[in-house]
Nanobody, 124 residues
Framework: QVQLVESGGGLVQAGGSLRLSCAAS????????VGWFRQAPGKEREFVAG????????QYSDSVNGRFTMSRDNAKNTVYLQMNSLKPEDTAVYYC?????????????????WGQGTQVTVSS
């Protein structure tokens, strides 16, 4: 069993930056793929970014590619999402998710474990 706890959300002006963190407990991330998803009011939960813990390869959605960077800290069993050049359309609840496997998946149903979410609000 993996427990995920996100932190780092908040209110920021357009063009600003935030860094989200997702800390895992219960088990290490070493055999997992970790993803970030987001859900805006009235919209479906959508894939944002993912990382293979082994090797560290990453994948991003087109909407955030070039602005967001996902990374990991092995010692802290934590993943991060650095979000730069934020836009009002990035406003959403951001969720960390994990799945056993070797490949990043962009569908939410592929992930077994979820955090509680953290709110990100970008003002114009």
């Amino acid at each position: 069993q993996v427990q995920l706890v996100e932190s780092g959300g908040g209110l920021v002006q357009a063009g600003g930056s935030l860094r989200l963190s997702c800390a895992a407990s219960g088990r290490t991330f070493s055999s997992y793929v970790v993803g970030w998803f987001r859900q805006a009011p009235g919209k479906e939960r959508e894939f944002v970014a993912g990382i293979r813990w082994s090797g560290g390869s990453t994948q991003y959605s087109d909407s955030v590619n070039g602005r967001f960077t996902m990374s990991r800290d092995n010692a802290k069993n934590t993943v991060y999402l650095q979000m730069n050049s934020l836009k009002p359309e990035d406003t959403a609840v951001y969720y960390c998710a994990a799945r056993l496997g070797i490949g990043v998946r962009t569908t939410k149903d592929a992930y077994n474990y979820w955090g509680q979410g953290t709110q990100v609000t970008v003002s114009s």
